[in-house]
């Protein structure tokens, strides 16, 4: 079956420095969404790719969808202390499911 | 209410006891989801239902798990003659349809712990 790998597990920064987060399928994807988690919460959507090679940001963040939607990475420039949490990919193959990686789980020491 | 509902927020149970988990999505939201998050994992799919349409049940991990939705609304994730292995966070989703592409809106979930 479909497997979604996320790499790092977890990631410690320092207040203002930089963190990338990847995402790769063994499959080809149709979209791919992203999710954030915060300590003690649940995931929240951020957003969604669908084509090839798509950019997209939202203020600090920027999300990538590669050109053979396998891979996709979220990069947070300058990260603040409300960047904690993990950060969750999720691919879709075609239909109404998602497979979940296992999450990227960001510290940000101030 | 404005977003995913579950309840109980929190389960603590006796191991070979049966447990029912509540989930009541967004009104209006046609398709719902449940997932089982255990502790650093991400999230593993249980079950999805749309509409009427038969539910599909390809990620419940035994028989003693089984879910039902009343109505196209509120569904209930109930496991039975739990086990050690059960412990975890089972959180339910909704999105407007189920089609490709649609943000899934989590609820809280429910920690269940099994002694």
């Known amino acids: 079956g479909q497997q979604v790998m996320q790499i790092p597990q977890y990631q410690h920064v320092q207040e203002g420095e930089d963190f990338t987060t990847y995402c790769n399928s063994s499959?080809?994807?149709?979209?791919i969404q992203w999710y954030k988690q915060r300590p003690g919460g649940h995931p929240v959507f951020l957003i969604q790719?669908?084509?090839?090679?798509e950019v997209k940001k939202q203020k600090r963040l920027t999300f990538q969808f590669g050109e053979a939607k396998k891979n996709s990475s979220l990069h947070i420039t300058a990260t603040q202390t409300t960047d904690v949490g993990t950060y969750f990919c999720?691919?879709?193959?075609?239909?109404?499911?998602?497979?979940f990686g296992k999450g990227t789980k960001l510290s940000v020491i101030p | 209410g404005a977003g995913v509902s579950q309840s109980p927020s929190n389960k603590v149970t006796e191991k070979g006891k049966d447990v029912e988990l509540r989930c009541d999505p967004i009104s209006g939201h046609t398709a719902l989801y449940w997932y089982r998050q255990s502790l650093g994992q991400g999230l593993e799919f249980l079950i999805y239902?749309?509409?009427?349409?038969?539910?599909?049940k390809s990620g419940l991990p035994s028989d003693r798990f089984s879910a039902e939705r009343t109505g196209g609304s509120v569904s209930t994730l109930t496991i039975q003659r739990t086990q050690q292995e059960d412990s975890a966070v089972y959180l339910c989703?909704?999105?407007?349809?189920?089609?490709?592409?649609?943000?899934?809106?989590f609820g809280d979930g429910t920690r269940l712990s099994i002694l």
């Open positions: 999720a691919g879709g193959a075609g239909s109404y499911q998602l497979t």
């Open positions: 499959t080809t994807l149709s979209n």
């Open positions: 989703a909704s999105s407007s349809t189920g089609a490709r592409g649609q943000p899934q809106h």
């Open positions: 790719l669908v084509k090839s090679g």
């Open positions: 239902f749309q509409g009427n349409s038969a539910p599909d």
